[in-house]
């Protein structure tokens, strides 16, 4: 199993950037395809983004495509999420996550087996 802690949430104000990184241990990084999701108070945990095992292919919600980027460097056994332009509507609890079922589709929760406890993004308007 991997332990994920997310890192590098706070208060933006709108229109700004933040980028927020997931680091990983116990466990192989390397081989598994890494996600972000993100929840809103009152809200269901919706997919953000998410990254292949090799860094060959990304993904990304139609909300946050053109303003956040997903990467990683599994030499630092880190996945990161580079986010501009972020609009009140972006204010979550931001969570990584490790697929492990590849049965089920990258965009949902099902698909991922270890989360992070999350960090705070909060976008003042």
């Known amino acids: 199993q991997v332990q994920l802690v997310e890192s590098g949430g706070g208060l933006v104000q709108a229109g700004g950037s933040l980028r927020l990184s997931c680091a990983a241990s116990g466990d192989t990084f390397s081989s598994y395809t890494m996600g972000w999701f993100r929840q809103a108070p009152g809200k269901e945990r919706e997919f953000v983004a998410a990254?292949?095992?090799?860094?060959?292919?990304?993904y990304s919600a139609d909300s946050v495509k053109g303003r956040f980027t997903i990467s990683r460097d599994d030499a630092k056994n880190t996945v990161n999420l580079q986010m501009h332009s972020l609009k009140p509507e972006d204010e979550a609890v931001y969570y990584c996550?490790?697929?492990?079922?590849?049965?089920?589709?990258?965009?949902?929760?099902?698909?991922?087996?270890?989360w992070g406890q999350g960090t705070q993004v909060t976008v003042s308007s």
């Open positions: 990254i292949t095992w090799n860094g060959g292919s990304t």
């Open positions: 996550a490790r697929r492990e079922f590849n049965s089920f589709s990258y965009q949902t929760e099902k698909s991922y087996n270890d």
